[in-house]
């Protein structure tokens, strides 16, 4: 932290430097030449006569109220004054730190999401199918994700994958597993993949997931899960709806994971459709009664989000029109 040289008489300085011995004094022609992210103690008049960016503690007379309104108003962090110093500033300085820091995480968050939503995939042009999704986050970051690209002149690769947790470290994880293209060639890689790289990290976080691959030319599908919940869903023509079960473990949580590859065929009309849990908290009930209203929405396609939910939302249909 620095204190800045105050332009005016003040006699009280050397007892504040005294008290704050180990700030760096600093004069304002310097200013540029230090880091702007650092917090500055400076006398209030410099401060409302520059405006700098630094994040700023003013210091003030006992009769100047007014002044000290005015820098608050202006961005100050705090306000001191200058023959009152506070008893421990230094540990005081050090929590006006951390708290500004944690102000401008919060606002960073609408930035990050933005970039977050940035990494999404693009629309993908493959013939006689869409790939048609849904994200929302609870917050500004979501921990829920979802992925394709081509392999192939005929291959889609897909994922709906669910990180444990919510905030920036499982939204971190989403954008981590974009670096996993390319690096397999069917589902049951690509999870094992994954997996050891979290149980190596020992990230404390477990993802649970839905990863296939379509063929467009002649239809097929394959895919496989970890772990997730609520299971993939087949919509075959005017058939009833399929309702994909698996068993296996989330990644993270054991070297040893197991993990079968499963086949379908996509009709004409039909829609393979995978979502995060969090698309069950839009209704009440048990989880099987959540899991019936949801498959009854995307059944006529009528899924609806409420307008506050405490889980992100992810949503991927993969349907085949021709």
Known sequence: MYF??????????????????????????DLDQYDHSVIVIADVKDFLKHLW????????????GSTLAEAWQSGALAGWIWDKIPTNPIEQLHSIDAQYKRNQDSRDLPSAALLQKKLLPDDIDIPNYSFES???????????????????????MFYLADVSGHGVASSLLTSWMAAFHGSSKRPRELIKK????????????????????????????????????????????HEEPMILNTS????????????????????????FVVCSDGALEAFDGCLSDQLNLLIDQLKN???????????DIAILTIWRQK
């Open 4 to 29: 800045i040289q105050p332009s005016r008489s003040i006699s009280h300085l050397d007892t504040v430097l005294s008290i704050l011995p180990d700030l760096e004094v600093i004069q304002l022609a």
């Open 134 to 156: 849904f994200f929302k986050p609870s917050a500004y970051l979501s921990g829920d994700w979802y992925d394709y690209w081509k392999i192939s002149d005929k291959e889609v």
């Open 53 to 64: 960016d630094f994040p700023t503690v003013v210091l003030a007379f006992e009769d100047e």
């Open 248 to 271: 296996s473990f989330a990644l993270g949580l054991t070297e040893d994971i197991e993990i079968e590859e499963f086949e379908c065929v996509l009709a004409k009309n039909a829609r």
């Open 194 to 237: 994954l997996n050891g790289m979290l149980i190596q990290e020992d990230i404390e976080k477990h993802i649970t997931m839905i990863t296939g691959i379509l063929n467009f030319e002649t239809h097929e599908l394959r895919w496989s899960s970890a772990g997730h919940y609520p299971p993939a869903i087949l919509f075959n023509g």
């Open 301 to 311: 396609q009528s899924f609806k989000a409420p307008d506050h939910t405490v889980d």
